[in-house]
């Protein structure tokens, strides 16, 4: 499969996936039917145009040909834009109307609720990067697709009960402090697979020991624990940006009759009637 031991720069290039960007242009454009007729600000166009660019930077850039044919720890950085970034930015495109008009998809509501929403990520997450299908996937086109389809697809159904226009479209609705621990348990299973990563001396996907070195010191344990750090602690961005807005909202919504000076203030007890 490879030609040869060291990679020049003439092999790490720009691929180019005609299927990728008629992915990319099917999203665009039912974003915009879903919008059509309905009042949707302009933030909310750029973030789901940044969750598209996550999109691609991921699949069409030379971070796809390092990470199909050189890196464990590439491959890791595509994932964490597939799975982590480009989901919650995708949904955050989204208004209520919008949201409310892709709930009544049949089954939509049945897999966003917050447990079976927990549960396929999680699945998703541990399952492709269990040695055997991790590796299939660099041998096999079609299935490493489909394992970036799953990334993508189950990062939506994660975030789906925690963005704000997503959340109140299901029965089971999250209070604030209970967002923050689905997002807390949510970090479980990549943190199993990221400390796996990080501490095993032995490499775990053969497809990686046997690929050229871009680095002659980089070797497939050292490219191994990067991969795990990638996901731990880029993998958490999207995880503490979204925790720490929940988290002060909340606060502000628990602390916000103290701080209104518009409130009336209490009366003593026995001043009650005067």
Avoid at 133 to 152: G, I, R
Avoid at 204 to 223: I, Q
Wanted: net charge negative; aromatic share 12%.
């Amino acid at each position: 499969m490879f030609l040869s031991s060291t990679v020049g720069p003439e092999v790490v290039g720009w691929p180019f996936d005609v299927s990728v960007y008629f992915g990319l242009v099917g999203l665009f454009l039912a974003h915009a039917w879903l919008a059509r007729g309905r009042d949707l600000s302009r933030i909310r166009s750029l973030y789901f145009g940044l969750g598209l660019f996550c999109i691609w930077l991921a699949l069409e850039t030379p971070l796809d040909t390092l990470s199909d044919y050189y890196l464990d720890s590439v491959h890791m950085v595509q994932h964490v834009l597939l799975g982590v970034f480009a989901p919650p930015l995708l949904l955050l495109g989204l208004n209520d109307s919008m949201a409310a008009r892709l709930a009544v998809v049949p089954g939509v509501r049945r897999i966003t609720e917050p447990v079976p929403a927990q549960l396929i990520a999680a699945a998703v997450m541990i399952g492709w990067h269990i040695p055997a299908l991790y590796d299939a996937t660099l041998y096999s086109v079609p299935l490493h697709v489909l394992e970036h389809l799953t990334f993508v697809a189950s990062g939506v159904l994660f975030w789906w009960p925690v963005i704000s226009a997503t959340s109140r479209q299901a029965h089971l609705r999250l209070s604030d402090p209970a967002k923050l621990l689905y997002l807390f348990i949510g970090t479980f299973p990549q943190d199993g697979v990221a400390l796996a990563l990080q501490f095993s001396r032995t490499p775990f996907y053969e497809f990686y020991t046997h690929a050229p070195r871009v680095l002659p010191n980089l070797d497939p344990v050292t490219d191994q624990t990067i991969a795990g750090v990638v996901l731990q602690l880029f993998g958490k961005t999207s995880y503490l940006v979204a925790g720490l807005v929940i988290f002060f909202r909340w606060f502000s919504e628990e602390t916000k009759p103290e701080l209104d000076p518009l409130a009336q203030p209490e009366r003593p007890a026995g001043q009650a009637g005067r």
